[in-house]
C-alpha cells in the first residue's frame, strides 16, 4: 500500500501539470500570438528538458516519464510555433521594411 501511494501522487500531479499548460498551448496554436514568449527561454527549456532527459528515462518508467515527455512535447511546439509565427514574422516584416526603403514605396 505504501509504495502505491507515491506512484498515485505522481498521476495526479502529471495530470494538474499537463491539464495546467493545456489552456497556454491551445491559445499558442489557436491565435498563433507568441510575441509574450521569448526565444530564449524556450531555447533553454528545450535544452535543459534534453539534459534532463538522461536522468528522467534511467529511471524505471512511471508517472516521472509521462510527465517529463509530455513537457518536452509542449516545449518543442512552443519553440517551434515561437519559430514559425513569430521569429518568421519578424523577420518577413523586417525585409519588408529594407525592401521598402529601397523601392521608395509600401507593398
Known sequence: ??????????????AIFASSTFPMLAKALRTRDLRSYSLGNLALANVGNAVHSLY??????????ALHSFHLGSTVFMLVWYLRFEYLRH???SQGSAEEELVGCPR
Open 1 to 14: 500500500m505504501n509504495s502505491a501511494l507515491p506512484v498515485l501522487a505522481g498521476i495526479v500531479s502529471t
Open 56 to 65: 528522467v528515462f534511467s529511471l524505471p518508467p512511471g508517472p516521472l516519464w
Open 91 to 93: 523577420r518577413e516584416n
